[in-house]
């Protein structure tokens, strides 16, 4: 079964920039639509960036020019740089399979305050 672990989150102050990782596992990832989500309390998912298996990408409105998602196929990880970050980017962010979707891993926690 696919698994997807999420890291890089922590604590930053508004305008700072973040680096996330999430390593998957079990399947087949060079084919995968990877994507990035994230919850903020008392809301649900919500899919911030994607990436095709070829590199192309798509951005919610919310975060393009701030956030670009890459993948390195090589290492089963896709990554999501994440700049000029604001208050309402707190949430915690998850990794996933948009085309083959699987079970939520643990999440990392991104919390953007002064």
């Known amino acids: 079964q696919v698994q997807f672990v999420e890291s890089g989150g922590g604590l930053v102050q508004p305008g700072g920039s973040l680096r996330l990782s999430c390593v998957v596992s079990?399947?087949?990832?060079?084919?995968?639509?990877m994507g990035w989500y994230r919850q903020a309390p008392g809301k649900q998912h919500e899919l911030v960036a994607r990436?095709?298996?070829?590199?192309?990408?798509n951005y919610g409105d919310s975060v393009k020019g701030r956030f670009t998602i890459f993948r390195d196929n090589a290492q089963n990880t896709v990554l999501l740089q994440m700049n000029s970050l604001k208050p309402e980017d707190t949430a915690v962010y998850y990794c996933?399979?948009?085309?083959?979707?699987?079970?939520w891993g643990q999440g990392t926690q991104v919390t953007v305050s002064s």
């Open positions: 996933n399979s948009v085309s083959h979707f699987g079970p």
């Open positions: 079990g399947g087949i990832f060079r084919i995968y639509v």
């Open positions: 990436i095709t298996s070829d590199g192309f990408t």
